[in-house]
């Protein structure tokens, strides 16, 4: 069984390319000497995702993205990330990209929030930015090596 799997809740959406995701978030992880423990992407609706906010963080709005760290140590990342696929979808059209870009971008923020990096601060924003456009920038030039 892959460390990384993919699942939708309410919602019939699964990507493409998922072997290439897959690799991409290991090598991700493997850049920061970490090991890649189970990691869940749950793909879902706003509603959905929504709830979750409420319902675990206490926040009142709609958001893209919610990852819970589920690792027990520091060595080895595991956690759950949720997507919102409706929002990704919103968000691309708002920032004049294609949707599997926005996508991508969104799973490799929750892989970061995973590797211990936040967005609470502008400071910290920029430099989540800056992460994120380096692994984007790895998986347009990633080719995926037979077997794996």
């Known amino acids: 069984m892959d460390p990384v799997t993919f ?6 959406f699964m990507p493409e ?5 897959q690799y991409w978030i290991a090598q991700t ?4 000497n970490k090991t890649t423990g189970e990691i869940n992407i749950i793909f879902c609706s706003d509603e959905y ?4 906010n409420e319902q675990y963080l206490n926040h009142d709005d709609y958001t893209d993205i919610i990852t819970f760290n ?4 520091d060595s080895t990342i595991e956690g759950d990330i949720f997507i919102s696929v409706e ?3 919103e968000n691309a059209s708002i920032f004049s990209m294609n949707f599997e870009s926005e996508l991508h971008r969104v799973i490799i923020h929750g892989i970061l929030h995973l590797l211990g990096y936040t967005d609470k601060s502008d400071e910290s924003k920029a430099i989540m930015t800056k992460k994120e456009d380096a692994c984007l920038e790895i998986l347009s030039n990633l080719s995926v090596p037979r077997g794996t």
Do not use: C, M, T, W
């Open 87 to 89: 929002r990704v979808i």
């Open 17 to 21: 390319n998922l072997s290439i995701i």
């Open 29 to 32: 992880i493997r850049e920061y």
């Open 70 to 73: 589920n690792a027990d140590n």
């Open 7 to 12: 699942h939708n809740e309410d919602i019939e």
């Open 49 to 52: 995702l929504y709830n979750i």
